[in-house]
């Protein structure tokens, strides 16, 4: 991949996918919190703390290279994607909570992605050629302009010129996709034994997807949250922002293998997305016949 695509057009790409995000994002997305803090509260616990638990254990079991195993840990740490209200809406879940778990998780994940890679990189110390790998403050900074200035963008012209956002939406959106497919195929041709390492971090990855969706759908359901909200919990939880973890592992820590396991999961998430979403439709509760009464 040339140095011009690194350093400039995936931050750009990224750039658009995050302004996408913030022109459909107002102030009262954040105040719901308060309206759903169980749902919320399941949410983010499972996101932020169970996932990286569960994918440390995968790659320890799984044996992975240890540039492979920092790659699977930054797309662990990374929050959830805007293609989860596209799920979300598709299956029935509640999409207004997803909007809000994504705001809320793109800007803790200026915090704890650095968190979680730093910690890995410790832990697993993978050996590169340019020297060591790292988050230093200068690069978490790198982080925040990539993550939350376009979201800020975004949000501030929605609440200036709200027309002028809901007819930009959809095709930022479009944008966005676009952008989404295009990165996940720049950082598979980047890389000259992507076929390899698909067969080496291809298990672990479907595994992880597979217990990010149950993990995300199973916990909140435990702490008695409604179906609809636990299918919205589900795919914010199951779907990451790939975009988010290749632009980082491209253009901040500057290593493409970093990036190999977020590009598998960006190509492997949908079907699986798909086939979780049909079951979690089959879960769904019976709706209320003219004769029924809600239960108190």
Not at 104 to 117: E, F, G, H, K, Y
Request: glycine residues 8%; contains cysteine.
């Amino acid at each position: 991949m040339s140095e011009v695509l690194v350093t400039v057009g995936l931050p750009i790409a990224l750039a658009i996918v995050m302004l996408g995000l913030g022109l459909s994002l107002t102030v009262a997305d954040f105040a719901r919190v308060a309206r759903r803090p169980r749902a919320v509260a399941a949410a983010l616990v499972t996101q932020l703390a169970l996932l990286p638990l569960v994918c440390f254990g995968l790659v320890i079991l799984a044996g992975l290279d240890p540039l492979l195993a920092v790659g699977m840990m930054l797309l662990a740490a990374s929050p959830g994607g805007t293609t989860a209200n596209l799920f979300s809406h598709l299956f029935r879940g509640d999409v207004a909570l997803n909007i809000t778990l994504t705001a809320v998780n793109s800007i803790l994940a200026v915090v704890t992605l650095p968190l979680v890679v730093n910690l890995s990189l410790a832990w697993f110390r993978p050996v590169v050629d340019g020297g060591t790998l790292g988050l230093d403050l200068a690069k978490s900074a790198q982080v925040f302009a990539v993550v939350l200035v376009p979201v800020a963008i975004g949000m501030l012209i929605r609440r200036v010129r709200p027309s002028f956002a809901d007819r930009a939406d959809r095709p930022v959106r479009i944008l966005s996709a676009v952008v989404l497919a295009a990165v996940i195929v720049g950082a598979i041709l980047a890389e000259e034994d992507f076929v390899d390492y698909v067969v080496e971090v291809g298990v672990v990855t479907v595994v992880f997807c597979l217990i990010s969706l149950a993990a995300g759908y199973l916990l909140p359901r435990l702490l008695r949250v409604g179906h609809a909200q636990s299918v919205a919990s589900a795919f914010e939880v199951g779907i990451h922002n790939s975009t988010i973890a290749i632009t980082i592992a491209l253009s901040v820590l500057g290593d493409e293998r970093l990036a190999v396991p977020a590009a598998v999961y960006g190509v492997l998430m949908f079907p699986l997305a798909v086939g979780a979403g049909v079951l979690l439709r089959r879960l769904a509760p019976a709706p209320l016949s003219a004769g029924d009464t809600v239960p108190s």
